[in-house]
């Protein structure tokens, strides 16, 4: 199911990061086990945030997804289930089919 990740990071344990200079390696790595359709960064209510667009083909990955983020960023973290275009379409011809 595809899913958008939010991870919001701890400002002082970022800061620490970047200081540390892990950040990044702590993000590419995130990438690439991810594996993220699109990914963006930005602010959301003065945090760092990312918006990281996954496929979570099973729950269990919630660990694996989560944890780095968890213990290097003492991040928040919240996921949604998201549809692109297409699924919307199926969506829509569903509820129509159905009425």
Do not use: H
């Amino acid at each position: 199911m595809r899913m958008l990740m939010k991870v919001q990071m701890d400002t002082p344990a970022s800061n620490e990061a970047i200081r540390q200079g892990t950040l990044q390696k702590l993000m590419e790595d995130a990438l690439s086990r991810l594996r993220p359709e699109a990914a963006y960064f930005g602010s959301e209510n003065g945090c760092r945030t990312a918006y990281l667009f996954v496929d979570l083909e099973d729950p269990s990955q919630l660990p694996k997804f989560s944890e780095p983020f968890f213990m290097e960023l003492e991040a928040k973290i919240s996921y949604a289930p998201v549809m692109d275009a297409e699924d919307l379409r199926k969506g829509l011809r569903a509820l129509s089919a159905g009425a």
